[in-house]
């Protein structure tokens, strides 16, 4: 059996076979980074978009957010924490029970034409 690999190898037709085999696969390998390389600028540019998307997006949601917080009757005074992360000023607001939310619903659609203008 070893010898019948030993033949295989050394037959007259196995180098310009072998090297055939060989351009193959180095063109398949190219095709493949190419394809690589493509994919990737492609990923790349659709990654800096949803990047722009969310920034733009957490921007509006900052600004309705603060919105809702200088609407509200008497704010500072009442404790409405103004510096901190956005989920911490939400949840205070959302805890100031059902007028923050009424405020909001009346400034939203003056909110919304503002915000598309920045647009």
Do not use: K
């Amino acid at each position: 059996m070893f010898r019948r690999l030993i033949d295989a190898f050394t037959h007259p037709v196995a180098g310009p076979l072998g090297f055939g085999l060989a351009l193959i696969m180095c063109a398949l390998l190219v095709a493949t980074a190419v394809t690589a390389a493509r994919t990737e600028a492609l990923l790349r540019a659709r990654i800096g978009q949803l990047a722009r998307q969310d920034a733009h997006e957490g921007a509006l949601l900052h600004a309705r957010l603060a919105a809702c917080e200088s609407a509200l009757p008497g704010a500072s005074g009442q404790g409405l924490e103004v510096a901190g992360d956005v989920a911490t000023r939400a949840q205070q607001l959302a805890s100031r029970g059902p007028a923050g939310f009424d405020v909001c619903a009346r400034m939203e659609s003056a909110d919304r034409a503002v915000l598309e203008s920045l647009r």
